[in-house]
């Protein structure tokens, strides 16, 4: 086994993205989430019977259920909802305490090892449920807590299980409602955490029962958005496999030290590595007292 | 015992044990050797701390001389250090992006200055386990293209690979670029592990991966600021260093992505508004300092 690295080549186009929500109870949570396309809700919390919108949705209360899941039962759907993730967690938890007693202490709770096995759980679960290209929304309560005399919110959910949710997220929110109405907030504050992928303002979240498909319309923007900055990496990438299609043609030492008094290669890092890279690899090293490229070993006379 | 002076302040409280002595202050646990012989700085083996010779402590990066310490502060316990100007605070802040602004920015000022101050005179401690995760992380920093070899040697670290692990990752070939931008007449300067097209890498080493840790930090903020870029990705590596030999294993990798958002430049000024303050508010206990050691010179 090992670690690679590779150079970003690949401009990936976002189809689907992993949006989380957190806010306190009542805060339209599970409103919001079901404005998005062509929803399907797994309903840990039973939270359904308060939201404004109405659609399919699956009260789960054991993990089997879902462990099945396959493409095909999905297919009608474009968006799968879990509400809430924190419940969710504690079903899988029972759950994998189930299939092997060493997960789990006398009293019910995970072991540490049994932490580590959600994580895994938790994140295979997900990529499955990716896999089969469906945009996913987290939904999570949110926990408060003091931090440097400062009164803070964040996700409430288990562990390293939070950090995948964390790690997943495209975008993430904290839903929070005042005297003006209820607010989105994608960017991070001193108060929350965000992720914001297509630079949102913070979003004064309509009656949802007059904008159905609100959420829907957001996603759509910030798959937009992300796809727009791949069209910057695809140029990008276009002009640096045009300079490798110039260096291949490059024979002599001469030749590769004109290149280094180009500009376009003067002001560009990645080129000039390239351009070194491709010169060591043939025998040529840079003197840098002359400025020059010059053969590794001198030529024999 | 002359050297046991040097030890009463709480700054220096360690217990010895055969010749070693350990001493430990908020954070960390040192290791410190005592020798009876002038150390060569570059031989001091890895898994120590420090050298003690001759009332002096002998870091890896650079040489304490407790006797020309001006004096022990009764209050903090940590040693102060002449010849500091506000220049020179100014100029190493502004070099050490990583370590200053985000970490100090916000705490009060008195209780940092000491620090600070070592800082800027090189010296801060590095424990075991920094210098094993600089290894890996150098050694990661310079690998443009390829795999890391599954069992290797550098900076005197044996880096294995888990036999689990198996990932890939994208990073730029732009790595160590410098960078920076300026606050009014403060340059903040950031050198970048790796820089791309539209995102910045940072590479982290760690015993303990901590996530929402990265996410609260001004670190990616401040160097999306400076860098213009959108996208922030932490590639994270936890480590398990032996505590016994220079081994280290790379156990588990993980990759944080953040993104530019609204609102991020005007909290990154406010913060700098802050730092400048701090700067400012700094000053009187600088020359302060100043004046105490030319009076006593």
Redesign the interface.
């Known amino acids: ?8 080549t690949d401009v990936i186009i976002t189809e689907n993205i992993v949006v989380t929500v957190y806010g306190n109870p009542g805060a339209g949570k599970t409103s919001l989430a079901l404005s998005a396309k062509k929803p399907l809700l797994f309903d840990f919390d039973n939270g359904m019977q308060r939201a404004l919108l109405r659609a399919p949705a699956v009260r789960v209360s054991n993990w089997k259920e879902l462990d099945l899941l396959n493409a095909d039962d999905l297919l009608e759907y474009d968006t799968i909802i879990i509400d809430t993730v924190g419940r969710m967690l504690e079903i899988l938890g029972q759950y994998l305490i189930t299939t092997n007693s060493k997960l789990g202490r006398s009293t019910g709770e995970l072991t540490l090892q049994g932490y580590g096995a959600l994580g895994t759980a938790f994140k295979a679960w997900l990529k499955k449920i990716i896999s089969y290209k469906k945009d996913v929304i987290l939904i999570a309560h949110a926990k408060e807590s003091t931090q ?1 005399d400062m009164n803070i919110v ?1 996700l409430d959910a288990m562990g390293a299980s ?2 995948e949710v ?2 997943c997220s495209d975008l993430l929110g904290f839903l929070d409602s005042d005297s003006q109405g209820v607010k989105l907030n ?4 001193d108060k929350s ?5 297509a ?4 979003l004064s979240v309509p009656n949802v029962k007059l904008n159905k498909t609100y959420l829907a319309d957001i996603m759509q923007q910030a798959k937009d958005k992300m796809n727009s ?1 791949s069209e ?2 695809l140029k ?1 990438q276009k002009d640096v496999a045009e300079f490798e299609e110039q260096l291949a043609t490059l024979t002599t030492a001469e030749e590769f030290t004109e290149f280094t008094t180009f500009d376009f290669v003067k002001n560009d ?2 080129f000039k ?2 351009l070194n ?1 491709k010169a060591t690899s043939i025998g040529f090293n840079y003197n840098k007292e002359s400025k020059c490229y010059e053969p590794t070993t001198p030529l024999e006379k | 015992m002359s050297q046991q002076r040097h030890w009463k302040s709480s700054y220096m409280s360690p217990s010895r044990i055969d010749n070693y002595i350990y001493h430990r202050d908020a954070e960390h646990y040192y290791q410190v050797e005592i020798w009876d012989k002038p150390p060569d700085i570059n031989a001091i083996p890895q898994w120590l701390d420090a050298v003690y010779y001759d009332d002096c402590l002998y870091f890896t990066r650079g040489i304490y001389d407790l006797d020309n310490c001006s004096e022990i502060d009764s209050n903090s316990g940590e040693a102060m250090i002449n010849n500091v100007t506000i220049a020179g605070i100014r100029e190493f802040i502004n070099e050490n992006i990583d370590d200053c602004i985000y970490e100090g920015l ?1 705490a009060e000022a008195e209780s940092h200055l000491n620090k600070f101050i070592c800082d800027l005179l090189k010296l801060k401690l590095q424990s075991r386990n920094m210098l094993a995760g600089i290894a890996v992380h150098e050694y ?1 920093e310079k ?6 070899p ?1 069992d290797f040697t550098h900076n005197g670290w044996q880096i294995i ?14 790595r160590e ?1 410098w960078c920076e931008r300026y606050f009014g007449d403060i340059k903040i300067l950031g050198k970048t592990d790796c820089i ?4 910045v890498n940072d590479i982290k080493t760690t015993s303990d ?1 901590k ?2 840790k990265y ?2 930090s001004w670190q990616w ?1 401040i160097y999306l600021w400076i860098t213009g870029r ?2 922030f990705v932490y590639n994270i590596f936890e480590i398990d260093i032996n505590k016994y030999t220079d081994k280290v294993t ?1 156990k588990d ?12 430049e005007e909290r990154i000024i406010n913060i700098l508004h802050e730092y400048s303050n701090y700067l400012d508010m700094i000053k009187p206990h600088i020359d302060k300092l100043k004046e105490a050691t030319n009076e006593k010179k």
Do not use: H, W
């Open positions: 086994m090992a670690i690679k690295i590779i150079q970003p440097n964040r939070k950090d964390y790690k994608f960017n991070p504050t955490l965000g992720k914001n992928c630079q949102f303002d913070v900055l910057d990496q990008r890092l990645e590595i390239l890279t | 916000r990661l690998l443009l293209i390829g795999e890391l599954s690979t888990d036999d689990k692990l198996n990932v890939e990752l994208e990073l730029p070939l732009n670029q791309g097209i539209s995102q991966i996530i929402e996410m609260e903020q959108n996208k790379i990798y993980q990759e944080l992505t953040l993104y530019r958002y609204k609102g991020m």
